[in-house]
């Protein structure tokens, strides 16, 4: 009887890890913008980060350092982050994608946004 009631735990323990697993992202080769977070405001849907004000889209994807899937309530004064930087009619940029750089890292950006 005991096993009846754990093995439908067991699975289910073993398909929330798959699905987990699967929430992890592959951190890109290079970003459009590298730096430190100054300042964050979900309220406005702005960052700054080394003095750049940028708009964040509102699918906004975030990622930790170990490459999941996270809220943009994450996000932190001070965090070394790479972005991913959409650009809009007349200009306009817009990041889509933020990911917190893991502490060592040598990530830099292309140069394109510095």
Sequence with gaps: ?????????????LASGMAFAGTAATLPQSFDHV???DAVDLG????VVGDVR???APDL???????EQMSAGSLAKGQQV?????????GAKTVYE???IPPG????SNGTED
């Design 54 to 56: 940028l708009n964040l």
């Design 82 to 90: 790479g972005l991913q930087i959409a650009r809009g009619g007349a």
């Design 1 to 13: 009887m005991r096993i009846k009631m754990i093995l439908p735990a067991v699975l289910l323990a």
């Design 105 to 108: 890292s040598d990530l830099e």
């Design 44 to 47: 406005t849907n702005t960052i």
């Design 98 to 100: 933020i990911w917190i």
């Design 35 to 37: 730096g430190t977070i």
């Design 61 to 67: 994807q975030v990622y930790g350092p170990r490459q």
